[in-house]
């Protein structure tokens, strides 16, 4: 009776044992139900939190995306631009240069104008319009006759003072003014080639082209050659008297028009200013 008591005490223990195990794990689960529900629902939380951040972040980063487009394309754009700009200002730089170097010419051109300006100013006023010389028809016979009759050098030869370039200044002067087609010639000298430089006078009459040495118009020389019957001054073809005669014709390096002419080539009115001290002029 004992034992069957002992027995049924150690079933109770056990059943009230497996009860509070069975009791234990129960609530054990339903604690772990309730904590895994809540770390699902803290997960799922933290999910959506992080799918607003991310979807902020997306929003975020397109629009700077987009804005990095503008500025890659801006950049571009200026990129090229910059390119043009730089290129024009390689040609303006050049341009700027070459008006440079234009203006630097002009002005050192003006200066030689204003050069030759003051240097025509030295010439009497209406140099080519003296009413006073005699008018002669542009032809040979009367060239002869007014070397013979009617023109005189105002003085003699004289070196640096009245030699070649002012007795040629004077005669084309007067034969000009006389009604001659007269240019001024400017050359090696024609007898003497390799001593340096002289000057005469060409004419063109209506029958021949005519050189004339001004330096033999002097006094003595006017009156040698005109009781040799020769006409003085001129040049004539296979003059024996004359060496190198045919350089009068052929050998001058300038032609000049006029004084002015003249003056332009040379640079100055020096060599041609016959009138400074004659006739009243200066």
Known sequence: ?????????????????????????????????YMQAQLIKSLQDNYELLSLQHARFQENYDQLYQKYGKLTSDYESLESDFGSFSSDYDVLKGRIL???????????????LRSLLDQYEEVPHAYYSVEELPSYSNHFNELEYFLNFEFTLPRNYEINVFDCSEAVAYLEWNLENAGFKTYIAVGPIPWEPDSGYHAWVIVYTEEHTVAIEATALTGEYKFLRFFMRRT???????????????????????????????????????EWNWWEGYWGFK
Request: aromatic share 12%; net charge positive; no cysteine.
């Open 1 to 33: 009776m004992r034992r069957m008591k002992g027995v049924q005490i150690k079933r109770w223990i056990t059943v009230i044992l497996v009860a509070i195990l069975v009791g234990a794990v129960a609530f054990a689960g339903v604690r772990m139900t």
């Open 98 to 112: 070459e008006l440079q170097n234009s203006y630097k010419k002009l002005e050192d051109e003006n200066k030689e």
């Open 232 to 270: 003085p001054g001129i040049v004539y073809s296979n003059d024996l008297l004359i060496p190198g005669w045919q350089n009068y014709y052929e050998g001058y390096d300038h032609l000049f028009k006029n004084i002015y002419e003249a003056s332009r080539s040379h640079g100055s009115i020096e």
